[in-house]
């Protein structure tokens, strides 16, 4: 059985690095973009966050957002964290199942994240970051690759946002949301297949659903 894993707000908790990388680094740029506005966007990659948000920049002014904001979390890494029971769960996990990562940070940003947060990336059959596919998530891209590689179909999707399950949903398979991401994108996550609260949860879900 594939089980695939978003990273930021699933597994490693990146919400102030996130946050306030963005902000520092549209303010370099002259624009004061606030929590809601985020908040509005949270899970999509940059590109996609500011051209929704600010559709009237041009692509050198999006350029050199991107270029501040990478410079700025790179500073700033120090603020990503494992949530509790994350390499625990994970490690059990695959003994018995693949696991892959998908992402919307380029691989080498996964690779530097994992490394941060000491969680082993031999972990995972697959790393797929958005820089090795034409359509980020919410679009299914990255799922169809894993599936295509590993020539089987994905049987969960474990995310903490609503383009986790959007991306599920493209790609036909089961959404599993951790409510671990931003409390003020609760909301939007209604449409899961599963909801829990934190990622021990999970083995005994998998399991279950296998019966």
Not at 14 to 25: D, H
Not at 33 to 41: A, M, P, R
Not at 75 to 103: A, G, H, M, Q, V
């Amino acid at each position: 059985m594939i089980v695939c894993f978003d990273l930021d707000g699933t597994l490693v908790d990146t919400e102030a690095w996130i946050k306030k990388s963005e902000k520092l680094a549209f303010k370099k740029n002259g624009i004061k973009v606030t929590n809601k506005e985020l908040y509005s966007v949270w899970g999509l990659n940059l590109t996609t966050q500011i051209k929704t948000l600010y559709p009237e920049l041009k692509q050198k002014e999006i350029n050199k957002i991107k270029k501040d904001f990478e410079e700025i979390r790179n500073e700033k890494i120090d603020l990503i964290k494992p949530f509790k029971n994350t390499k625990r769960i994970l490690t059990n996990l695959s003994k018995k199942y693949t696991l892959c990562l998908l992402s919307n940070n380029s691989h080498k940003k996964i690779e530097l994240i994992l490394k941060q947060t000491k969680i082993d990336k031999k972990l995972f059959k697959l790393i797929i970051g958005d820089d090795e596919v034409k359509r980020a998530k919410p679009f299914p891209d990255e799922i169809y690759k894993v599936e295509k590689k590993l020539k089987k179909k994905v049987k969960f999707m474990v995310g903490d946002t609503v383009q986790d399950i959007k991306t599920a949903k493209a790609a036909k398979v089961k959404s599993i949301i951790i409510k671990t991401g931003p409390k003020q994108t609760w909301k939007t996550l209604n449409n899961a297949n599963v909801i829990i609260k934190d990622i021990k949860e999970l083995p005994k879900l998998i399991k279950e659903v296998q019966k």
